[in-house]
């Protein structure tokens, strides 16, 4: 059994990868958008 929290423990690390380079693309839109100003 200790492979499904080795699986949810894979699963959470990938998400928040994926999150926090969805939140660095959209940081640095948003910072392009404010310098063109």
């Given at each position: 059994m200790w492979y499904f929290s080795w699986i949810l423990g894979?699963?959470?690390a990938l998400a928040f990868?994926?999150?926090n380079v969805m939140w660095l693309e959209a940081r640095?839109?948003?910072?392009a958008a404010?310098?063109?100003r």
């Open positions: 894979i699963g959470v990868g994926i999150i640095r839109t948003a910072d404010k310098a063109k």
